[in-house]
Each structure stands twice: as structure tokens, then as C-alpha cells.
């Protein structure tokens, strides 16, 4: 029982004070990036009515149907953690009447999400995504846009990636396609595994997202939604590609593209990374015009992605390391009861003024303090002792270079600001 209690939970881990300066490296340059394109943030809930998800997101989905953490309230209330984003976004848009101011709504989000998933490189049962969503508007240019701010963000950390997109055509076109892509699942079952085989009648879409290995040859020779689409999803699809090129993003179409939530209609987007492996999806998206309606809102227009983070930090190169590392400007170490004083004093003094210092009030020999400031990656120690206070002024050492030199109180900030 006790070791069980130092564990965490399958899954699931800490994310220690080391790791985390590479998180906020990444969540600070996407606010950044995100605002420049005028996206707002939101946060909702990690908590949600179950029925949210169910119909948001499709009772066939795998999300739905095996992996979503589900449980009952103290008023018997079905609730679940939330496993993904999107819905969440359209029901507090609906919520809070955001439909009836003019123009698009561009909404982001940074959290948690979770999904009892099999244990693969870059994810976790507890995981975390960026996102964002446009409501209000089915213009292509808007697809594009956002596609471009996604892969300015993965680019601006370093990380190599390709995007692919493909339609999944609509509420017009889809139906017909469905029942020929039924007939020839229908044709040869013996060729699908046991989840294509469930998804020829409840949604055979799906099947082409199948990644069971004796399944492909089958599935390559199955008819292709892009190749039954109507003039309105073939017209907007070249628009889109069309936009893409225009910006100089290249694109590769890749007709088995489907997304793995209901809601998807006409475009669909991957950003993939090949030192992922075989799971290699880094970002995904699309546009969802019924979602809004299956809640119970008005008709609404929405396109949207998530990004998962886990997959994103693995993947930043080493050279962002020194830039994310929040080092301590300054380590105090002091000799003496009155130097303690003193040093607390300075820290105070250069904290105000947006320094970060750090000291170890119990103190020790100097050889014991200056191990620690090593070992906090301090960028200066200030040494105080008898003989610098009788001076009033205070030893500082550089520790990328062992550089010291002798500095009074008044022009310490200046120094360690790099302004003398």
C-alpha cells in the first residue's frame, strides 16, 4: 500500500521544476504567436456533463466508446474528464451568447486533457494540448490562416514537420459515398479486422484511419471521399489549397485522411513529424459546421486544431535548452548572523527590481554555499563576510567565467542587469 502511494498512477507523471522551464518556453511562444493571428484565450472546465462529449464527438469514436474517464457525482450526475477540447470551446461559446457578437470569435486554449489510451511514445492518459477555434465563418482563407499559425509556432521551436490535408465532404456528398464504401467493406469482411468490421455499419469512415498492418491492402483499394465530393466541398478544397499556396506552405493531399471525431466536415488537416515514429501525428484539425447544431445551439460555422504538447516538447532540439532555463541572476551567500541580514536585504532590494536571487539562509562555509549556487545554475554569486561590510562593498563572481570583482550596494542591479 505505501509504495503504491509514492507512484503515480499509469499514465500519468510529474513534470519536475527541470523539465517545466521547456513547457513554459513552448506556452509563452504560443500566447505570443496566437495573439499576433488575434486569438483570445479560454479556459474551461476539466470537468464536464458526459452527454457533452457523447454526442460532440460520436458514440462509435474510440474516444467515446473506450477511452473517456467517466463516473457519477455525489447527485448521480454523469461526468467526464475532459478527453478533448473542441466541445468544450462550442458549448461556452453558446453559453455565453458569444454567437451574437459580429464577426468570427478566434478562441484559444492551453490544459489537460484525458484519455485511457494504450501507452505509446508521447502519450500519456493525462495529457496536454494547445488549441484553437474560429466560429463564424466557413471562409477557406480562415482554414489557411490558422494552418499557417500552427506551423509558424512549430517552426519558430525548431522542429521539422509536413502537412497533409484532405476533405472529408459534407452532409451532401457523404451519404452517398457512405453506402458505396458499406457495399465494398460489405463485399470481402474477412479482410478487416474486427473494429473495421463494427465500423462498416456504424461508421465506415472511420475504417480508412484503421492502422491495423493486415488491413492495408485492403483498405488502399477502397474508394476515396475526395473523389466523391460535390462541387461546393471540391470548390472549397481547391480555395484552400489554393490560399496554402498562396502563403508558399506546402501541402501533400492524402486521400485516407479522416479525423477521429464525428463532427469533422469538409477540410482536414495533419501536421505530422518523421522522428515521432509510426504515431507521428503532432498537430490535427478541421472544420465542424454541424457541431453546433448537435448541442443544441444555432447553426455555427467552426474550424479549429489541437497540438499536443507532450509530443511537441519531446521533439524540441537541445539548442533551446540555455534560452528556457530560468536561471537565478543571483546566489547571496553570506558568513555570519550580520551578513544573513544584509543579504536578505539585497535580495529584497533587487527582487523589486526584477532580479532573481536565491540565498540558503542556514548558511554553512563558503565552499558549501558556492556548491549550491552551482547547483542552481546561478548566473552571479555575491560573496559577504566580515570584511566586505567594513568595506561596503561585496564580492561578485560570474560563474560562467569565475570573473569577480569588488561592487557597492548602489550599482550591484546595474551590474547584474548588464547596464555597466
Given amino acids: 500500500m505505501a509504495e503504491s502511494l509514492l507512484s503515480t498512477i499509469p499514465g500519468t ?10 513547457w513554459h518556453l513552448v506556452e509563452d511562444r504560443t500566447r505570443d504567436i496566437f495573439a499576433r493571428y488575434g486569438f483570445q484565450e479560454i479556459r474551461t472546465p476539466i470537468i464536464e456533463a458526459t452527454e457533452l462529449f457523447a454526442r460532440g464527438i460520436g458514440d462509435d469514436t474510440d474516444i467515446v466508446g473506450k477511452e473517456m474517464y467517466t463516473f457519477r457525482d455525489q447527485s448521480g450526475k454523469s461526468i467526464t474528464l475532459r478527453p478533448e477540447a473542441t466541445a468544450s470551446v462550442v458549448r461556452a461559446y453558446l453559453q455565453h451568447s458569444m454567437h451574437r457578437e459580429a464577426g468570427a470569435t478566434r478562441l484559444y486554449y492551453v490544459g489537460p486533457m484525458f484519455r ?38 512549430i517552426g519558430s521551436l525548431g522542429i521539422q514537420s509536413r502537412l497533409q490535408i484532405n476533405s472529408v465532404g459534407c452532409p451532401n456528398c457523404r451519404p452517398a459515398y457512405l453506402e458505396r464504401l458499406r457495399a465494398e467493406l460489405r463485399g470481402d469482411p474477412a479482410a478487416f479486422c474486427e473494429d473495421c468490421r463494427r465500423r462498416t455499419e456504424t461508421n465506415p469512415l472511420r475504417v480508412l484511419d484503421c492502422k491495423v498492418e493486415a488491413c492495408q491492402p485492403r483498405i488502399n483499394r477502397l474508394p476515396m471521399m475526395i473523389d466523391h465530393l460535390c462541387s461546393d466541398c471540391a470548390g472549397h478544397f481547391q480555395r484552400f489549397k489554393s490560399y496554402l499556396s498562396g502563403a508558399d506552405i506546402p501541402f501533400e493531399v492524402v486521400p485516407r485522411l479522416v479525423r477521429g471525431l464525428d463532427y469533422y466536415v469538409r477540410t482536414a488537416f495533419e501536421i505530422v513529424s518523421g522522428d515521432l515514429g509510426a504515431q507521428n501525428a503532432l498537430a490535427g484539425g478541421g472544420r465542424y459546421d454541424g457541431l453546433a447544431e448537435v448541442l443544441g445551439g444555432p447553426p455555427t460555422h467552426g474550424f479549429g486544431f489541437a497540438l499536443g504538447l507532450d509530443r511537441l516538447i519531446m521533439l524540441l532540439p537541445a539548442s533551446l535548452g540555455d534560452e528556457s532555463i530560468a536561471k537565478p541572476d543571483l546566489f547571496l551567500a553570506h558568513i555570519g548572523e550580520e551578513a544573513l541580514r544584509k543579504a536578505i536585504e539585497l535580495a529584497r532590494q533587487l527582487r523589486r527590481k526584477g ?15 558556492m556548491r549550491m549556487a552551482n547547483r542552481i545554475n546561478a548566473r552571479h554569486t555575491l560573496i559577504i563576510g566580515g570584511e566586505e561590510l567594513a568595506k561596503g562593498l561585496y564580492k561578485v563572481r560570474r560563474m ?12 550591484l542591479a546595474d551590474y547584474l542587469l548588464g547596464r555597466e
Wanted: proline share 4%; glycine share 6%.
Fill in 13 to 22: 507523471r510529474d513534470l519536475l521544476p527541470d523539465e517545466l522551464d521547456r
Fill in 355 to 369: 532580479l532573481r536571487c536565491c540565498l540558503e539562509f542556514e548558511g554553512g562555509s563558503l565552499k558549501r554555499q
Fill in 116 to 153: 485511457h489510451e494504450k501507452k505509446q511514445k508521447g502519450r500519456w492518459r493525462q495529457f496536454f494540448q494547445v488549441g484553437a477555434e474560429i466560429l463564424g465563418s466557413d471562409h477557406p482563407a480562415i482554414e489557411a490562416e490558422t494552418v499557417e499559425m500552427v506551423l509558424a509556432l
Fill in 400 to 411: 560562467s567565467s569565475s570573473e569577480q570583482r569588488e561592487i557597492s550596494p548602489d550599482h
